[in-house]
Each structure stands twice: as C-alpha cells, then as structure tokens.
C-alpha cells in the first residue's frame, strides 16, 4: 500500500523558515516522482515543487524558485521541502503525491502539513 506521511508544518513569522518532510512506503522510491502541492483556503491546489527519484531532476513554480529547495534521500524513502523567506501567501495546507511523473498520474497523497505564515 503506498503511504505519504507528511510533517514539519508549523506557524511561522514572515521571513522565517520551515521544513517539510514526507515520508513514504509501500512502492519503490527510486522509480517514483514526489510532487508538493499547497492549497490555501478557497484556493485551487496547486504544484509547489517536484523531484523525480529516477533522474534527479527537480522543478519549481515561479512564485517559490530561489526560496524552496527540494531534496530526497534515498536511504530514508524521504522527500524534504526546505522553505526559506517564507511570507503569508505561503499559507497553506501541504501535501506530498507519488507519481511516476512529477505530473501525475499519482498514486498516492498525503495527509498533509498545516503551515502558517503571519506577517
């Protein structure tokens, strides 16, 4: 069964820094993509980051290029979001999804990562 366990979401000041973990089993980590989505209130989710495991290559959305950093560790079955200068349109809830794409189809989500930014 593919499992997503997301954590590391906290309330946060503006500028401030957190990071996200998501753990995973039940598929092979090396052959899968691990995409973050966020979704604030009354707002569509939307693709924050990707690392694809098979080539490590890595995306961003516009708005979070040059402030998050995505990493995996292979050895913990892990994917971390490292977020610097965070501002409250980061509020969101986060989550993780397994895909043999960063595009999807997934095959499996997270519960997701409350995080908060206050100005």
């Known amino acids: 069964e593919v499992q997503l366990v997301e954590s590391g979401g906290n309330l946060v000041q503006a500028g401030g820094s957190l990071r996200l973990s998501c753990a995973t089993s039940?598929?092979?980590?090396?052959?899968?993509?691990i995409t973050w989505f966020r979704q604030a209130p009354g707002k569509e989710r939307e693709g924050v980051s990707c690392?694809?495991?098979?080539?490590?290559?890595?995306h961003y959305v516009d708005s979070v290029k040059g402030r998050f950093t995505i990493s995996s560790d292979n050895a913990k079955n892990t994917v971390y979001l490292q977020m610097n200068s965070l501002n409250p349109e980061d509020t969101a809830v986060y989550y993780c999804?397994?895909?043999?794409?960063?595009?999807?189809?997934?095959?499996?989500w997270g519960q997701g990562t409350q995080v908060t930014v206050s100005s």
């Open positions: 690392v694809s495991n098979r080539d490590g290559r890595t």
């Open positions: 999804a397994a895909g043999i794409y960063c595009s999807g189809p997934y095959a499996g």
């Open positions: 039940g598929f092979t980590f090396a052959d899968y993509a």
